[in-house]
């Protein structure tokens, strides 16, 4: 038990948290050392790290005990733990990616610097480290430290070392700590990275443009979802964050921009769960003469990719093995209904859809036709059943305002949406592009929203305008990046996967 513990201890008897405790006794600590060594740990604002420890355990990692190396290393990073022996001390020392051990001996550094350390220097503190590399008589590579300089002082405890931080709500709250004390926690930041860079290296290498288009609108179209409602002061009118970018990137393929693509934050006012966060972030990509079906064989390349950049086409998700090795199942939720709840809705009448969804429980209204009611069986009988990636098609027209048609059954559209682990990665579509069935459809959702329906598409006038100058053909489609890091690192929440989620403030 370390003195810290001891008073931490005693603190907690007069009522104050060991944290706390510690916390104060640092900031004593910190007092006395610019007091008494005229040292401020603040004031240095460069050290040049010549090596990283990845360096380190690369070059000499094939030390024998008790060899040296005969190369001087020049490092940085923080001390995770201290153990004093008498005139020799251990540090456990990490960088943003490796972990050695520090060997100060009282021989080496003289009396002066030994003592400083001794006495200053704690877990969590930043040094600044210049030694040799040296395999101890217990085959551990360390580094004997020749001299060192305290960059940083911690005044707050490192999580305790045995049991670390595993409280959900404080992981995600402090994040920064949750990265220090889980070093599984960077590696799956690392990964999204990865796999972002993943996203643009594939749409790059088909003359794809990435583009940036606005956050703050007056219309939040491109989604059927609740936005936030901001106001601006200067034009004295209220502003939308973004639901969606598809508008604005429509827009862009009208004016002959070519392929265009978007990676970026999404704003939806709705609930949070394992799955959902009010900020997400999603792609978008529009490919001018081209339909769903291209977007089909996208999204395959880019999923392919990027399991292929982490490391293998078939992933463990929560104990589920889930094969991404393409081509991906390619089926019609039609079939989909069908197949796992017994009804043919291709031949089925109104009337008997209404009766059936009646015996089944499910929420219909008198007018509803057979199309309005397909969507809830397959969210009630299907759904959870599409582990293994799979292309669902022909999603009815009555909830699909920005999809084209299908040419043989005009009340559905050229769409998909791609299932994995019963989850919707991916939305993409053949894009409507007639300027007069689009006005139609935006006064459809008009009529659904005076209803109460509050999540439907806003009637958006100059997008109808840019579609009246001319929309080639065009195939679109949007991806969860969020979601699709989650299945590529076994993460079971969305919070698992975002720097810093939304959370419900602590007061």
């Known amino acids: 038990m370390t003195d810290e513990t001891l008073s931490g201890a005693a603190g907690a008897q007069k009522g104050i948290t060991p944290e706390e405790e510690i916390f104060r006794q640092r ?52 001390v995770m733990a201290v153990r004093r022996h008498g005139k020799t001390a251990f540090a456990t020392f990490e960088d943003e990616r490796d972990k050695i051990q520090l060997c100060f001996q009282f021989d080496v550094l003289g009396d002066k610097d030994y003592t400083f350390f001794k006495k200053w220097v704690d877990a969590g503190d930043f040094l600044g480290v210049i030694g040799v590399p040296f395999c101890t008589q217990r085959g551990e590579l360390s580094i004997s430290v020749k001299s060192f300089c305290l960059l940083s002082k911690a005044l707050r405890p490192l999580p305790e070392k045995w049991h670390g931080l595993k409280d959900p709500e404080v992981r995600y709250r402090q994040r920064y700590v949750d990265m220090i004390a889980n070093p599984e926690v960077k590696d799956t930041f690392r990964k999204r990275t990865k796999i972002i860079q993943t996203f643009r290296r594939v749409l790059d290498s088909h003359g794809t443009l990435e583009v ?87 999204a395959e390349e880019i999923l392919v990719a990027c399991a292929d950049e982490l490391g293998g086409r078939v992933i463990n998700y929560q104990g589920k093995e889930i094969d991404l090795n393409p081509p991906f199942r390619r089926v019609t939720m039609t079939e989909l209904v069908k197949e796992h709840a017994g009804i043919d809705f291709s031949s089925i009448t109104d009337e008997e859809a209404r009766r059936q969804a009646a015996l089944r429980g499910l929420d219909v209204k008198p007018h509803d036709s057979r199309y309005d009611i397909l969507p809830l069986f397959f969210e009630e009988y299907v759904e959870e059943n599409l582990i293994q990636p799979t292309f669902v098609m022909g999603h009815p027209t009555v909830i699909s305002p920005l999809s084209k048609r299908n040419r043989e059954n005009p ?50 006038e100059d997008f109808l305008n840019a579609l009246e100058y001319g929309l080639p053909p065009t195939g679109g489609m949007g991806i969860g990046i969020d979601r699709t890091v989650m299945l590529l690192t076994d993460s079971k929440s969305i919070r698992d996967v975002i720097l810093f989620p939304t959370m419900k403030p602590k007061d």
């Open 27 to 78: 900031k004593d600590k910190l007092a006395r050392l610019r007091e008494e060594e005229g040292y401020d740990p603040f004031v240095q604002d460069r050290w040049q790290v010549r090596h990283t420890l990845g360096y380190v355990k690369e070059k000499h990692g094939g030390l024998k005990d008790g060899e040296w190396a005969d190369e001087e290393i020049q490092t940085a990073g923080r």
């Open 212 to 298: 940036q288009t606005p956050i703050l609108s007056t219309i939040a179209g491109g989604a059927n979802a609740r936005p936030f409602v901001t106001h601006h002061n200067a034009l004295d009118i209220d502003m939308y964050l973004r639901i969606a970018t598809e508008l604005h990137l429509k827009r862009l393929v009208v004016g002959m921009l070519g392929r265009v693509y978007e990676i970026g934050q999404q704003f939806r006012n709705e609930g949070m769960d394992q799955r959902h966060n009010p900020e997400f972030t999603s792609l978008e990509v529009y490919w001018p003469y081209c339909n769903y079906s291209d977007m089909m064989d996208l």
């Open 411 to 460: 009340d559905v559209t050229d769409r998909f949406e791609l299932f994995i682990n019963a989850w919707e990665i991916a939305n993409a579509f053949s894009e409507l592009n007639d300027p007069l069935d689009q006005r139609q459809r935006f006064i459809e959702q008009a009529r659904k929203k005076e209803e109460g329906d509050e999540e439907t598409h806003p009637f958006d």
